[in-house]
C-alpha cells in the first residue's frame, strides 16, 4: 500500500496491540475491528475451492465507534464501487458496442479496454485511502499494516518489530 506503514511478525507470535483506536489514536476505545486473510497457496490456482486452502489468521485492533463506522462505510463502499461500476458499463456500453457492428470478440476486447480505467482508479483509491489496518498473511509471518505511522510504531514498540 502506498500510504500504509507495516510490521511484520511471525506467524505463531501473537500480537499486542496498543491501547488506542487504530483509525485516530483515541485512548481505550473499547471496540474491536477484526481482520481476516488466507496464505497464498499454489492450490487456489486449480482447485474449485482453492481459496480455503492456504492457512487462515485472524487478528483484532482496538477501534473507537467512528472509526468502526467509517471503515465500515469504507470497506462496503469498495464493494459497491466495484460491483455497481461493472454493472454499469456491462448494461451500458454493450447496447452501443452492439449497434457499431463489432464481433462478439471485438466487443469483450473493447469493454476490457473500457473496464481498465476504472479498475485502475479503484486500485489506485484502495492504495491512497487505505484501511486503518489491514494483515496479509504468509506461511511464516503475519504483515500489519497500519493507516497511521505513530500507530504502527507503538505496534512495533509493543511487539519488538520495526516499521517498514
Known amino acids: 500500500m502506498l500510504r500504509t506503514s507495516s510490521v ?26 477484526a481482520q481476516s486473510d488466507r496464505s497464498f497457496s499454489w492450490a487456489s490456482l486449480w482447485t474449485p475451492f482453492g481459496w ?15 472509526c468502526r463506522r467509517s471503515d465500515r ?4 463502499a ?12 456491462i448494461v451500458s456500453l454493450m447496447p452501443w ?7 462478439r470478440g471485438q466487443r469483450k476486447l473493447a469493454l476490457l479496454g473500457l473496464l481498465l480505467p476504472a479498475g485502475l482508479a479503484f486500485y489506485l483509491w484502495t492504495r491512497w485511502f ?18 497511521r505511522r505513530e500507530y504502527a510504531e507503538r505496534f512495533a514498540a509493543a511487539n519488538d518489530g520495526r516499521v517498514e
Open 52 to 66: 480455503f486452502a492456504g492457512k487462515k489468521a485472524s487478528r483484532a485492533a482496538p477501534i473507537c465507534a467512528a
Open 8 to 33: 511484520t511478525l511471525p506467524a505463531a507470535h501473537a500480537p499486542s496491540f496498543p491501547d488506542a483506536c487504530v483509525g485516530c489514536g483515541e485512548a481505550s476505545p473499547g471496540l474491536l475491528l
Open 73 to 76: 462505510f469504507t470497506s462496503g
Open 78 to 89: 469498495r464493494v459497491l464501487f466495484v460491483v455497481g461500476g461493472v454493472a454499469l458499463a
Open 97 to 103: 458496442l452492439k449497434s457499431a457492428g463489432l464481433s
Open 130 to 147: 487505505p484501511r486503518a489496518f489491514t494483515i496479509d498473511v504468509s506461511k511464516s509471518s503475519v504483515e500489519y499494516m497500519f493507516a
